[in-house]
């Protein structure tokens, strides 16, 4: 049987001819560009170097590695975040929120030139979780910030284009550490300001910055009072032509109404300017402030302590990130939750006793 078959075979138009050695693999290759592929990717030291350098390509791949949910990258990623760590931490980090049409991409773009001028070097986050829906709200387009995007001291990074608002708060958490080792000297975090998103960033950021518009009124515009209350400054942007006059009465109005809020923990007493971002206006003077209040800050030791209660903040959710996974990716347990899940929804056991039960039952796992 087999020797009629090689005979077959080398009557056939596929004959190999002698003496040609033959692949082990069945798809030769796929294989060969794998082992390529996996050569030629950059690895920890790699990545390092070249961000450390300022190289923007490779520092977009790191960033992209983090993002990535495979093993493999993940381990990767972790390797070089911790490397990149002893150089971060230098950077002034900004957070700059307000709803979509307030002007915060023009905003980004003329401050970000700005601050360029002033020989400083700018990134550019973001964080939507949104994006899935919305097919990337924010960043996405790429007419946004076309002068700053194409501009070598600056670095423009998308929102992550899919996952949790946990997910994407801890991808931008750590493309902040690898654009800090990559000597950028302010980072901008964008998010639009509608959810709880602003939360999130402001336990990113130092400062925390709200663009409005003026006769809006907050309601009109969204923006709940919580988002307010976290505000270091608000930006009253469009501040140009007819829009001038309403825009100091805002002015004068969100001064009065920040006076009403509990002060804050940084000592701070949170300032209102009108800007135009179209035009080139009050630019200036919002970078001031944003520099008065670093001064300030690390004056009375709040900068410090503010990033020193972000560290505990990350690592206990670390830790519990990595425990809910744990749980989660446990089979058996996954198994055990769907079976009491059952229970309770026929009413045989409450959730308190399943979620009781289930939780006895991994802690005794081995
Ligand atoms: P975003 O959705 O918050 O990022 O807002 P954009 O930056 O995309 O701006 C929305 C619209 O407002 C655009 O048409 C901008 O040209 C315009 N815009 C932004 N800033 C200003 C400004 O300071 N003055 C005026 N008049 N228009 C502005």
């Not at 495979?70 to 002893?86: G, H, K, S, W, Y």
Request: with cysteine.
């Amino acid at each position: 049987m087999e020797k009629n078959d090689h005979h077959h075979k080398a009557e056939s138009a596929l004959k190999v001819n002698e003496g040609i050695e033959q692949p082990a693999s069945i798809n030769p290759m796929l294989e060969n560009e794998m082992i390529r592929f996996r050569k030629n990717r950059p690895t920890v030291k790699d990545f390092l170097s070249g961000i450390r350098a300022g190289n923007r390509n490779l520092l977009g791949q790191a960033i992209t590695q983090i993002e990535s949910a495979r093993t493999e990258d993940q381990v990767m990623a972790t390797e070089l975040i911790n490397a990149c760590l002893p150089f971060s931490g230098k950077s002034i980090r900004i957070g700059i929120t307000g709803v979509p049409g307030v002007g915060k991409s023009t905003f980004i773009e003329t401050f970000g030139l700005y601050l360029i001028s002033l020989g400083k070097k700018v990134a550019v986050l973001a964080i939507d979780p949104s994006s899935t829906r919305t097919k990337g709200s924010i960043l996405g387009d790429k007419t946004r910030m076309e002068e700053l995007s194409v501009h070598t001291e600056a670095f423009i990074r998308p929102s992550a284009s899919s996952g949790t608002l946990g997910g994407v708060t801890r991808s931008t958490r750590e493309a902040l550490i690898l654009c800090e080792a990559a000597g950028f000297d302010v980072i901008l975090i964008e998010t639009v300001g509608v959810g709880q998103s602003e939360t999130a960033v402001s336990r990113l950021v130092d400062f925390f910055m709200l663009l409005m518009l003026a006769g809006g009124g907050d309601e009109l515009q969204g923006i709940k009072r919580g988002i307010i209350e976290m505000a270091d400054l608000i930006v009253i942007n469009k501040a140009d032509g007819d829009n001038m006059l309403k825009a100091n009465l805002a002015k004068r109005e969100y001064e009065n109404a920040l006076h009403l809020f509990p002060p804050l923990a940084s000592g701070w007493i949170p300032k209102t300017v009108t800007a135009s971002a179209l035009k080139n206006i009050g630019i200036e003077n919002t970078w001031n402030i944003v520099d008065e209040f670093v001064n300030q800050t690390s004056t009375n030791g709040y900068f410090q302590k503010n990033r020193h209660e972000q560290s505990k903040h990350i690592l206990r959710e670390t830790i519990s990130h990595a425990l809910n996974n744990h749980f989660f990716n446990n089979e058996k347990m996954t198994k055990r939750l769907f079976f009491l899940e059952q229970q309770v929804i026929a009413d045989r056991m409450n959730p308190y006793q399943a979620a009781h039960q289930l939780l006895e039952e991994y802690f005794h796992l081995r």
